[in-house]
């Protein structure tokens, strides 16, 4: 006997009680072939009863059904077996159509998903948060927020003990993919679009699952093993040829930030890199001090305008989508509106994107919470409130003595 646990529905479905049955057949090991109902053997039609009829032909065998009128020893029971096997097919695609219609329905009702483990944060019949897993989200936010990175989470959750909704341990990446649920700020999302608003409590608003989108999917961010980086690395720029200026250490000597190579940069510009960062890092200490001090506007207020605009020029492009379908306006002017759109939504996901990170605190107290800051804290503090930081030529070519008045920084406004 032959069993597949897996549908016969899905042409990619891996059935190798199937492909064995076909084996004996070609084997001379069996001469009928007895199903129990055709719908348990296929439901893709004559297209894959053909091989099999095939088979059967040369090898002198008989297929039977214990519940269908087949019985392929003459030509009236092959005629009803691609009969029934069309008509299985069908109705098995309009059971898919229901189903994707039923979906779509409880989608649009605002009704969450059906089966599948327990989401963390909430209960299973996801009507109240489990407050201790709601806590835990909020904190994940507030730390990557914060310029903490997820490994980092990861590795004081797994301290702490905390297991997901299954049991497991938390890793970084299941920790980003978490934030990233659309369900935390309670919308519905089918077919990947939002679609309602959910039945379910939220746990989060949705400013700041627009602020931890923006960092989360930021291209800038590097998947994989940590990439070794410097605290001025990307705010440095040549003061001869406005190029980056990345670190380096040569085989002999100190390390330095150098001007990258042509076409990228001059190559003529570099300095040394701990002196550089240490003067920096005073500088900026002293400068957020004092009172007359640019404060930097809060980063709740920018995240709120930029995600209302994108939800509103995203709104716009499912319009313009609607009125071309409905052939209102033609491609080219379709194309022509979407592109100004897009670009809008693009840029605004790039401000917001470079603004997400919350300051620690403010930027009053700085100065006190400097040495407490992680290094990703650093490197966020320094970016929150400086646009460049521009390396001019040394006074003498080739003196490697560092001299501070090279140092000129742009502060953001």
């Known amino acids: 006997m032959h069993t597949d646990l897996e549908s016969g529905y899905r042409r990619s479905a891996r059935r190798p009680g199937y492909e064995a049955l076909l084996e004996d057949l070609r084997g001379g090991a069996v001469d009928v072939v007895v199903i129990w109902k055709l719908d348990r053997l296929t439901r893709q039609g004559i297209r894959q009863i053909a091989p099999l009829l095939d088979v059967l032909e040369a090898c002198a065998a008989t297929l039977l059904s214990v519940h269908d009128p087949i019985d392929t020893s003459s030509a009236m029971g092959e005629g009803v077996l691609g009969m029934l096997a069309s008509m299985a097919k069908q109705e098995s695609e309009n059971m898919s159509v229901r189903i994707r219609r039923s979906k779509r329905h409880h989608a649009e009702a605002g009704r969450h998903k059906d089966g599948g483990p327990r989401p963390f944060g909430i209960t299973r019949d996801w009507s109240e948060v489990v407050a201790d897993e709601a806590a835990l989200i909020r904190e994940a936010a507030d730390r990557v927020l914060a310029a903490q990175s997820l490994r980092s989470i ?4 797994q301290a702490r003990g905390i297991a997901t909704s299954r049991g497991g341990m938390w890793t970084g990446s299941a920790i980003g993919k978490l934030l990233l649920q659309e369900r935390l700020y309670g919308v ?20 700041t699952c627009a602020r931890l989108r923006a960092v989360l999917t930021d291209p800038a961010r590097r998947p994989g093993p940590p990439v070794h980086s410097y605290l001025l690395t990307g705010l440095l720029r040549c003061g ?20 990258a190579r042509e076409p990228e940069g001059c190559a003529g510009v570099s300095i040394l890199a701990d002196e550089t960062e240490h003067q920096v890092v005073e500088q900026v200490l002293e400068a957020v001090a004092s ?12 995240a709120e305008e930029l995600a209302a605009a994108i939800a509103a020029d995203q709104s716009q492009l499912e319009e313009l989508a ?27 996901r ?41 390396i001019r030529l040394a006074a003498v070519r080739g003196r490697n003595r560092f001299d501070c008045e090279r140092i000129a920084i742009v502060w953001r406004t």
Not at 188 to 207: N, Y
Not at 325 to 346: F, H, P, T
């Open 188 to 207: 519905r999302v089918h077919d990947g679009r939002v679609v309602a608003v959910g039945s379910w409590p939220r746990i989060l608003d949705e400013a």
């Open 350 to 390: 790039q401000h917001l994107a470079a603004d997400a990170v919350t300051l620690p605190a403010s930027v009053a107290n700085l100065p006190e919470r400097w040495e407490a800051l992680s290094f990703d804290q650093r490197r966020a503090s320094l970016r929150a409130v400086i646009d460049r930081v521009e």
């Open 154 to 157: 990861a590795a004081d959750w």
């Open 322 to 348: 609607r009125d071309w379908a409905a052939k209102m306006i033609s491609r080219g002017e379709w194309l022509a509106a979407r592109n100004a759109v897009q670009a809008r939504v693009d840029e605004a």
């Open 240 to 259: 001869r040829c406005g190029g980056r200026m990345r670190s380096t250490k040569p085989k002999t000597g100190k390390r330095a930030y150098q001007c």
């Open 291 to 302: 009172p007359t001090f640019l404060k930097v506007p809060t980063v709740e207020a920018q």
